[in-house]
Each structure stands twice: as structure tokens, then as C-alpha cells.
């Protein structure tokens, strides 16, 4: 069974960054300045070691240890998050450049197409677009996929189905999509590569059902994926599930009830937060019929993005531990074996610290959730509970 874990390269500085965040900005900025938004909340976390490390100025120490305990601890590989714009603009690209070009950084990877455009949504600003996305023609797909081909053509690169695996976070806004595609396999082929194996984030409900016949996987990205479902559920039923649920929350001493793990709003109107229970999300993850033969299993550790949203609708999940972790990912590798057609997990992820969801070690859980990763994997392998 292959670990993937997402990986966000923006914990170094860059010019657009300086220039829209303000100077200096990294995803370590918003780590540090969270602050709690009410009694017992794990906030800020802060990584084991006073470890804020730099991706751009201190690249080799980092990678290297990075490195070092995803082989320990089982992680099959990376998926590099990569921010193409029009005309080949790139943001966040130096790091995983630095990766291509150091063959001594060894181990799997693949590229995740980042492809929204960027807005101020952290100020609460969904709407102002501060770096549009723009998906050019014939000319621009090819000069991205000459960009994108060295990558493939990497023996660390991971491959499906004699394919590099090439995931898009959201296919869906690409107009010209099934264009791009043939273009890309096209050029794929030319190259001596079979092809390319187009695989959705999966980030939207339905997107797994009404993209494109030219996706070749979905991933069911999570927590994104069940929260969808549960909105889409919620839209009908929440008076019926807030009368019936056994799921309960305390918040500064208010009782707050949900429908069914997907909605929990704080009564106090300085926290606009929408709290979740990790379990109940959980149970939907594994007890989710796969209703298609191409869908790929997805796992989260946590989720709080208050430091990027702060009281602006961040969403917080209540009850993750590693322990718990642990537990559901034995279940979940189960079900990738008996139920899915793909030897793979991707997990949510590898250090997304500003949504609270991480596998590298912090302050409070130690190496907890990587030592999870290894237990689980141990445990599914010999068939122990």
C-alpha cells in the first residue's frame, strides 16, 4: 500500500508573496500569529524544535530530514503542490525545482496542479482575485507541458498504469479541458511516454461524476470531499438531524448540536467558526460506498485553519488524535485493498500547518502521527487489528 502525502511548498519567501501578504510572509506567518479562539484550543502549534525551517534557504537540511522520516515512518511519497499561470508564470517553484535537480533527494513524487486562481480569501476577501487564472490555448498547454515533462521523465516520479500521474486539483474550471488533455497525451506520446494519467483532486462533490470522460481517477480529497456531501445532504434534512443528533460540542460553555458531524456554529458572534467531528467524518469515510471502479482513497490528520481564516469562517475539527488516526487508516488501507482498484492513499497532509492538518512532528503529539502512519501500515500488512 502506498502513502502519498500532499506537500505545500510555501514556507519560503517570494516577491508576489512580500508584496500581497506584506514582507517577509511565509505559511510559518500565519502559524505563529494564530492565536485561540476559546478555552482549550490548540492554538498556535508550533513544530517540534522550534523547527520553522526555510524551503528556499535552508533546502538541503530540511528535504533531507523530511526525507529521512517519510522512509521511516512508511510515507510511500510526495505530492508537490505546483502554481502555473498564464504565460508560465510560476509561484512557489523553487523548491521543487531544487528537488528535480538534486537526484540525491530520494524518494517518490508526483505534481498536483494547484490550478485556482489566488484571491484574498484569508482577509475575508473571496472575491478580489489578486493572481487570475487563465488557461491559454494549444501554445500554452504545450509550453506547460515542456515544463512539466522533465519531472516525468524522473525515476522518482510516480507512475500509474505506465503513466506519470498527473492530479489537478479542480479539472472542472478548465473549459478547454478534454483539449488539454489530448494535447498533453499528444505531446506525451511524441516524447516516448504512454501517455499521461489525469487524476481530479477531487476536492468538490460530484466532480467524481460530471467532470470529464478524459480524467482517468478521482481522488476523494479529504476532509473537502465529505463535508461536501454533507452540505449537499444538510440542504434537505438539517432540521430532521439537528433534532435527532448524538453528537455534541462545548464551546466556552455553550452545548452546540450538529446534523450529523457537518455543522456546528458558535453561538458568540466574535467566532464566526464552523466546528466538525473528527470521528463522525471518519465513519462516513469508511462506511462510503464507492460507487465507480476509478476513485482513489483519501485520509486527513486534522483540520484547523484558523491561523490563515482566524474568526473569518475557519472550520475546526474536534476529537483528532493519533491514536484515532491510527485506527482509521488500518480500516482504510482495508478498504483501498477490498474495495478500490488502486494500491495508493493520499493523505491531507504532509505539512499543511496553517489548516492544522500535518504529519510532521509538533509540540503537543510529538512524532504521533507519523508513528501512526507506521503502526497502521504495520498492522494492515500482517493482518492484525
Not at 471518519?282 to 482513489?296: A, C, F, M, T, V
Request: proline share 4%.
Amino acid at each position: 500500500m502506498k502513502v502519498i502525502a500532499f506537500y505545500l511548498p510555501q514556507f519560503h519567501r517570494t516577491k508576489e508573496n512580500d508584496r500581497w501578504w506584506g514582507e517577509g510572509f511565509t505559511e510559518w506567518t500565519n502559524v505563529k500569529s494564530s492565536k485561540p479562539l476559546f478555552k482549550g484550543h490548540n492554538q498556535p502549534r508550533m513544530p517540534l524544535d522550534d523547527n520553522y525551517y526555510d524551503l528556499d534557504l535552508d533546502f538541503d537540511r530540511t528535504v533531507d530530514w523530511q526525507i529521512s522520516l517519510a522512509h521511516k515512518y512508511g510515507v510511500h511519497g510526495f505530492c508537490f503542490y505546483h502554481y502555473w499561470f498564464k504565460n508560465g508564470k510560476k509561484i512557489l517553484e523553487r523548491p521543487v525545482e531544487k528537488f528535480l535537480a538534486d537526484k540525491t533527494k530520494n524518494i517518490n513524487f508526483c505534481i498536483c496542479w494547484a490550478n485556482e486562481p489566488w484571491t484574498r480569501t484569508w482577509s475575508g476577501k473571496a472575491k478580489e482575485i489578486i493572481m487570475p487564472q487563465e488557461y491559454g490555448d494549444k501554445e500554452e498547454w504545450e509550453k506547460h507541458f515542456y515544463y512539466l515533462l522533465p519531472f516525468f521523465q524522473d525515476n522518482r516520479y510516480i507512475y500509474h498504469d505506465n503513466k506519470p500521474m498527473l492530479i489537478i486539483y479542480r479539472p472542472e474550471l478548465i473549459k478547454e479541458l478534454d483539449a488539454m488533455i489530448d494535447c498533453w497525451n499528444k505531446l506525451a506520446k511524441k516524447e516516448c511516454l504512454e501517455g499521461i494519467y489525469i487524476v481530479s483532486q477531487g476536492s468538490t462533490y460530484g466532480t467524481t461524476k460530471n467532470t470529464s470522460n478524459k480524467v482517468d481517477a478521482y481522488i476523494l480529497y479529504e476532509p473537502g470531499h465529505t463535508q461536501a456531501e454533507f452540505s449537499v445532504f444538510r440542504t434537505n434534512l438539517f432540521k430532521d438531524f439537528i433534532m435527532n443528533s448524538k453528537l455534541f460540542c462545548n464551546v466556552e460553555g455553550q452545548k452546540l448540536k450538529s446534523a450529523v458531524g457537518s455543522l456546528i456554529k458558535s453561538e458568540n458572534p466574535k467566532i464566526r467558526t464552523t466546528f466538525f467531528d473528527y470521528d463522525v467524518f471518519w465513519k462516513h469515510i469508511l462506511d462510503r460506498k464507492l460507487d465507480s471502479d476509478n476513485l482513489i482513497l483519501g485520509a486527513f490528520c486534522d483540520w484547523d485553519n484558523s491561523p490563515r481564516r482566524r474568526n473569518r469562517g475557519a472550520r475546526i475539527f474536534s476529537g483528532a488524535t493519533p491514536q484515532k488516526f491510527k485506527k482509521y487508516m488500518i480500516q482504510l488501507f482495508r478498504k483501498a485493498e477490498q474495495e478500490s482498484n488502486y494500491d495508493m492513499v493520499f493523505i491531507n497532509a504532509w505539512n499543511e500547518w496553517s489548516e492544522g492538518t500535518y504529519l510532521e512532528p509538533d509540540t503537543k503529539n510529538g512524532y504521533g502521527y507519523l508513528e501512526a502512519v507506521k503502526e497502521a501500515l504495520d498492522a494492515y500488512l500482517s493482518g492484525r487489528i
